[in-house]
């Protein structure tokens, strides 16, 4: 029992414990100068007194038994790999990364003792797993602080190709012939249109359990539900078209979209997704409310769907002093405003507010009709000024920036093997 009591006052004075050691407060500076007059013949004693570096460190030092400051050979302990042999490793785990095709942690440690082996050094390494251990890897962390353990998100090989330097710069080449076309062009006169997905069944926020407890649930709409399909345009001012909902079923009510954000306008299709005749619709919807005239164009900037390029698509547009310009195949994770800002915010604040209707509406089901209410919840959260601004902005289209992205950005389209798409629109 006094034991026990002796361990638990052990581990709570830790808690607040401060090193107050002073062993290397004397810097590498004075290491050096230290250093220096040993060789001009000074004796140990004389120069740690006078220096304050002990007498054991200058004899480490001075003797080469210290490869650089932090990798000491101590006894029969020594670092594995070379200093330039584990900058090669941070440059090269970094320029995977970069590529889009990072190495794991179980990569690198592979990898050390693959390069131990081919250079025949005396390691320690288990040869069985063929791999250095986790405390090398721990202590290689803690000497290259430029790396960290990171969660990636997933990339499409598409994307990844897609995304190459000719792609960008044609791109930005048209947008700046077409801002050319009109002298002074304003920011609320560049818009950027999308569609995404809404559907009844959330993906629950985390809840507060009992630790220890494996298992823990919470109470969800369905495991699968049908989509409903949200068309949201904004420009390079931060102003917002009122969005465009459609609803997988034959006939349109209006009662699917009352509580919807105001101006809201409705839509109905089978599938659920957009189509030419839709399109229309919004495109009739987009010009009552911006009004584009010859004296003031605009351009309207959106991907590459089918839907968008009919033949009766391109004439309203052309009649309607508006220049539609699509991004390039799957580029649009890094070049669409939309993407960029705004459709990321607007589905974590309507992933929140189906969570709190379920809480407010025990055993029921999210339905069609409730929807819009809750989308307008998170439209009126998610539409800020700030976010169409920065958006624009992060895309290098409005300021037109076509060197807002370096070769870094590039890279991983270098280390595929599949041919480059060909520019669309």
């Known amino acids: 029992m ?6 638990c006052f052990i581990l709570e004075m830790g808690k607040d414990y401060q090193r107050h050691s002073t062993r290397g407060s004397y810097g590498e500076e004075t290491l050096q100068r230290a250093l220096m007059a040993l060789t001009g013949g000074a004796s140990y004693h004389s120069v740690a007194k006078k220096f304050g570096v002990p007498r054991r460190t200058l004899q480490r030092h001075f003797k080469g038994q210290v490869v650089e400051p932090g990798r000491q050979m101590l006894g029969r302990f020594r670092s594995t790999l070379s200093t330039e042999f584990e900058e090669e490793l941070v440059a090269h785990a970094i320029d995977l990364q970069q590529r889009f095709f ?15 082996e081919k250079q025949k050094l005396d390691h320690k390494f288990n040869k069985c797993t063929q791999m250095a251990g986790r405390k090398w890897l721990r202590d290689f962390m803690l000497r290259h602080k430029q790396l960290a353990v990171r969660e990636p998100e997933a990339t499409s090989l598409s994307r990844a190709v897609a995304f190459n330097k000719p792609q960008v710069k044609r791109f930005f080449d048209l947008l700046q012939t077409e801002y050319g076309k009109t002298a002074g062009i304003m920011a609320n006169q560049v818009y950027n249109m999308d569609e995404s997905g809404l559907t009844a069944v959330h993906k629950p926020c985390r809840i507060l359990a009992k630790k220890g407890q494996k298992q823990v649930g919470k109470i969800t709409s369905g495991e699968r539900g049908k989509t409903v399909t949200i068309i949201c345009a904004m420009n390079a001012l931060g102003t917002y078209i009122p969005p465009l909902m459609i609803f997988p079923r ?9 509580d919807g954000p105001p101006g809201t306008i409705g ?15 919004w495109l009739k919807h987009f010009v009552a409310h911006v009004k584009p005239t010859a004296d003031k164009p605009v351009v309207l900037l959106l991907d590459g769907h089918a839907s968008h390029k009919t033949l009766d698509a391109v004439e309203f547009c052309r009649c309607n002093n508006i220049t539609l310009l699509s ?11 939309l993407d960029l800002s705004f459709f990321g915010p607007l589905k974590k604040f309507y992933n929140s507010a189906c ?5 407010m509406n025990p055993g029921k089901r999210i339905g069609f009709y409730d929807i819009a209410g809750l989308f307008r919840i998170a439209y009126l959260r998610a539409a800020t000024m700030e976010k169409g601004i920065s958006g624009f902005a992060a895309g290098g289209i409005f300021p037109l920036n076509s060197n807002k992205f370096t070769d870094e950005d590039f890279a991983p389209c270098l280390l595929t093997e599949e041919s480059q798409p060909t520019a669309s629109g």
């Open 102 to 116: 990072g190495m794991t942690p179980l990569d690198l440690r592979r990898l050390a003792f693959q390069l131990a």
């Open 355 to 359: 969570d709190n209707w379920m809480a």
């Open 327 to 337: 991004f390039p195949p799957h580029t649009t994770h890094k070049l669409q405003p």
């Open 267 to 281: 839509a109905a299709t089978v599938s659920g997704w957009t189509d030419s005749d839709v399109f229309i619709q």
């Open 250 to 258: 034959k006939n349109m009510s209006q009662l699917l979209i009352k």
């Open 2 to 7: 006094e034991c026990g009591l002796w361990c």
